[in-house]
């Protein structure tokens, strides 16, 4: 079992309509991953074919999957495997991924910050080009605080730090 913010994350546990006694039931969907009733643990439940290696570690969201492949995020419906949408860079490479109040926070090495509504893919605020939110790892999120090591140190500020404010990154 794992704290967090959120509530407690049980390890996923196969269907067992028998048990009785189930330990990991929260009564809350949101706080544990279950596996579809007669799949077997360590079984495949569904693959995805990508142009390369993933990029960083996926991010789960409910019943959504981010991944992230080269220029490319990608999310998927994690029962069934289906593509909702994906977003690709201008020119960079994404590797981890963070999630805000329903938005990801994906930075781009040699591109910019990109800020991605998390249920449709759109776009927000992609005018606005955060140079110093170029980078390889994962942002980390903090009440309202997003901070972010920087690729380059650019204007030597080797951490950019962005304040979600009145809805606006």
């Known amino acids: 079992r794992f704290f967090t913010d959120s509530g407690v994350y049980n390890e996923p546990q196969e269907n067992n309509t028998n048990n ?35 990029g960083g570690t996926p991010l789960i969201n409910g019943d ?3 991944v992230t492949n080269g220029h490319n995020v990608y999310c998927y419906n994690i029962n069934t495997g289906a593509l909702l949408w994906n977003v690709s860079s201008q020119w960079g490479y994404f590797h981890e991924l963070a999630l805000h109040n329903n938005v990801i926070i994906a930075p ?16 927000i605020q992609n005018e606005s ?6 980078s390889i790892y994962a ?5 309202d605080m997003i901070y972010i090591s920087s690729e380059y140190g650019y204007n030597n500020a080797w951490i950019a730090v962005i304040e979600y404010v009145n809805g606006e990154y």
Do not use: E, H, M
């Open 20 to 54: 009785t006694n189930n330990t990991n039931d929260t009564n809350s969907s949101t706080n544990f991953i279950s596996i579809p009733d007669g799949t077997a643990r360590g079984s495949q439940l569904w693959n995805a074919s990508l142009d390369g290696a993933l």
């Open 64 to 66: 959504y999957i981010y």
């Open 108 to 123: 781009c090495s040699w591109d910019k910050l990109y800020f991605i509504d998390a249920n449709t893919g759109a776009l």
């Open 129 to 134: 080009n955060i140079y110093p939110g170029s």
């Open 139 to 143: 942002p980390l999120v903090v009440g």
